[in-house]
């Protein structure tokens, strides 16, 4: 496999880029001329160890987000309602304004596309 930049092209894998920016492979926060850098869109290879959870709740949302379960069992807390991925493929999708929060049930890794990306703006990481 040929890895890193070469025009616009890049490849790379996953999980060890993942490591290197909080899980983020794809956004505004990469260099413009990384083909990696959109101001469209945000994607995360996520690796949660069974019982992370977020510390506190996500407010004021401002960006649409998919999350899709590759494995484990990851719950998901949403206003009025809890979201359970269980198996490989389930998703959940949220828009602008939703409030949200999540708990690995299990050893768990989901893929994120959050869109549109805003460039600083950032909900601080409080995992515990």
């Known amino acids: 496999m040929d890895d890193g930049v070469n025009d616009s092209v890049y490849v790379g894998n996953a999980g060890k880029d993942a490591a290197l920016d909080r899980g983020w492979l794809l956004g505004h926060f990469k260099d413009p001329g990384d083909p990696r850098h959109s101001e469209a869109v945000e994607i995360k290879w996520g690796v949660h160890p069974r019982g992370e959870e977020r510390a506190r709740w996500v407010e ?52 994120t596309v959050r869109w549109p990306s805003v460039p600083g703006y950032a909900v601080p990481d409080t995992t515990a």
């Open 60 to 111: 004021g949302e401002q960006r649409t987000a998919l999350l899709v379960l590759v494995s484990g069992r990851f719950r998901v807390e949403l206003p009025g309602r809890t979201v359970v991925l269980a198996e490989q493929g389930d998703y959940v999708v949220w828009g602008r304004g939703v409030d949200h929060s999540w708990h690995a049930e299990e050893d768990s890794v989901l893929l």
